[in-house]
């Protein structure tokens, strides 16, 4: 094997490549980036044996072949390794050369016949998202995931399709059993998805791959696998197996108080006023009444702050208990100068509505007193 690429395209793909490797794998190859060279484009490839990646790259290639190297080795390389430069690999099968300018590297390679296959998966049940549009939906609902391990199915994004209305609506949600997060899009294709739940570390993953690409991706899913793929790569993940709860009946229906409060001044008070507590699970109390809600926090340590907002609210005094952290995750979602609270006491669920975006809807649960 043997080519030349420049330093700034490699290191795109390694980046992407080397970030689900498992550098502690008790099985060496797992630690090692396969490469295939062939008519002037470069293969990478990637698995932990629960996502894998393959994505490409064009080069200039003298000799087909392939070899596998260690990730971490491999990326700080082409990474230390100077600016707008081009680099030259030679492998002779067990050794894998890499030269710039008046740098030489001499690396171990194991054989690729020991890479794990990479199997795509059948394009039945497939439609396409713009770069874009996957973006988003992600990005609205992915704060919202769970990291508590024994709940293993709320550790990733449930992924469904419903008709309604002759329309085919793509539904996300997410949701850590403390808050939800839900966002529809309406889609042209009629696929049938009933109901897949993504991993968190492959949403991670393809947002970081998804920043330096744009266009069209094709989604592709099996009752097990689901991969995103375009011309220039492919990433196919495992999925979750557990039963996502109904979240339907966690969305309220008879929450009757209303109050409209500008995003930026209230997210900053609280942001403020939260600053005093540093426990472990930080609370602001939230009191709504006469057209402004009063922000409160103490602290076990004695600390207080507490500062006013206006708002839009008519309705009878309420009192709420948050955790500050997950009033202020919301402010990256949502879109609007202003917030919609839909209320109806202190320990039922609070929507949160974006006016901007009418595809999203947030559930906050009250913490107890």
């Given at each position: 094997?043997?080519?030349?690429?420049?330093?700034?395209?490699?290191?795109?793909?390694?980046?992407?490549?080397?970030?689900?490797?498992?550098?502690?794998?008790?099985?060496?190859?797992?630690?090692?980036?396969?490469?295939?060279?062939?008519?002037?484009?470069?293969?990478?490839?990637?698995?932990?044996?629960?996502?894998?990646?393959?994505?490409?790259?064009?080069?200039?290639?003298?000799?087909?072949?392939?070899?596998?190297?260690?990730?971490?080795?491999?990326?700080?390389?082409?990474?230390?390794?100077?600016?707008?430069?081009?680099?030259?690999?030679?492998?002779?099968?067990?050794?894998?050369?890499?030269?710039?300018?008046?740098?030489?590297?001499?690396?171990?390679?194991?054989?690729?016949?020991?890479?794990?296959?990479?199997?795509?998966?059948?394009?039945?049940?497939?439609?396409?998202?713009?770069?874009?549009?996957?973006?988003?939906?992600?990005?609205?609902?992915?704060?919202?995931?769970?990291?508590?391990?024994?709940?293993?199915?709320?550790?990733?994004?449930?992924?469904?399709?419903?008709?309604?209305?002759?329309?085919?609506?793509?539904?996300?949600?997410?949701?850590?059993?403390?808050?939800?997060?839900?966002?529809?899009?309406?889609?042209s294709s009629s696929v049938d998805i009933q109901g897949i739940i993504m991993p968190r570390k492959f949403i991670l993953q393809l947002d970081k791959i998804l920043g330096d690409f744009e266009g069209t991706v094709k989604i592709v899913s099996s009752e097990t696998?689901?991969?995103?793929?375009?011309?220039?790569?492919?990433?196919?993940?495992?999925?979750?197996?557990?039963?996502?709860?109904?979240?339907?009946?966690?969305?309220?229906?008879?929450?009757?108080?209303?109050?409209?409060?500008?995003?930026?001044?209230?997210?900053?008070?609280?942001?403020?006023?939260?600053?005093?507590?540093?426990?472990?699970?930080?609370?602001?109390?939230?009191?709504?009444?006469?057209?402004?809600?009063?922000?409160?926090?103490?602290?076990?340590?004695?600390?207080?702050?507490?500062?006013?907002?206006?708002?839009?609210?008519?309705?009878?005094?309420?009192?709420?208990?948050?955790?500050?952290?997950?009033?202020?995750?919301?402010?990256?979602?949502?879109?609007?100068?202003?917030?919609?609270?839909?209320?109806?006491?202190?320990?039922?669920?609070?929507?949160?509505?974006?006016?901007?975006?009418?595809?999203?809807?947030?559930?906050?649960?009250?913490?107890?007193?």
């Amino acid at each position: 094997m043997e080519f030349k690429l420049s330093r700034e395209a490699l290191l795109r793909v390694l980046n992407h490549v080397s970030s689900i490797v498992d550098s502690r794998s008790t099985i060496t190859i797992l630690s090692n980036l396969y490469i295939k060279c062939e008519n002037n484009n470069v293969e990478v490839r990637s698995t932990d044996m629960d996502i894998s990646i393959r994505e490409f790259v064009s080069c200039e290639s003298v000799k087909n072949g392939e070899a596998t190297v260690n990730s971490r080795i491999l990326t700080d390389i082409i990474r230390k390794t100077k600016k707008n430069t081009i680099i030259k690999f030679k492998s002779d099968g067990t050794r894998l050369i890499i030269n710039s300018e008046n740098s030489v590297f001499e690396l171990n390679a194991l054989s690729a016949d020991e890479f794990p296959k990479f199997v795509p998966l059948n394009q039945a049940n497939s439609f396409e998202l713009t770069v874009d549009q996957i973006k988003r939906i992600f990005n609205k609902t992915k704060f919202a995931i769970s990291a508590e391990e024994t709940r293993y199915y709320l550790n990733g994004v449930y992924f469904h399709t419903v008709k309604s209305d002759d329309k085919n609506i793509l539904k996300t949600v997410s949701t850590d059993g403390h808050r939800l997060a839900k966002n529809e899009l309406e889609i042209s294709s009629s696929v049938d998805i009933q109901g897949i739940i993504m991993p968190r570390k492959f949403i991670l993953q393809l947002d970081k791959i998804l920043g330096d690409f744009e266009g069209t991706v094709k989604i592709v899913s099996s009752e097990t696998q689901v991969s995103f793929e375009t011309d220039s790569f492919i990433i196919i993940s495992k999925l979750i197996d557990g039963k996502f709860p109904d979240y339907e009946k966690v969305i309220p229906v008879e929450n009757d108080k209303l109050l409209e409060i500008e995003t930026d001044p209230f997210f900053n008070a609280v942001d403020r006023v939260s600053t005093v507590n540093q426990d472990k699970t930080p609370t602001v109390k939230l009191v709504f009444e006469n057209n402004c809600v009063k922000i409160m926090a103490t602290s076990t340590e004695s600390n207080k702050g507490d500062e006013e907002v206006q708002a839009n609210y008519t309705s009878q005094k309420l009192e709420i208990l948050f955790n500050s952290k997950y009033l202020l995750d919301l402010r990256d979602v949502l879109e609007s100068e202003n917030i919609i609270l839909e209320l109806l006491n202190q320990s039922s669920p609070v929507i949160v509505k974006d006016p901007k975006d009418n595809t999203s809807i947030y559930i906050l649960m009250p913490m107890r007193v």
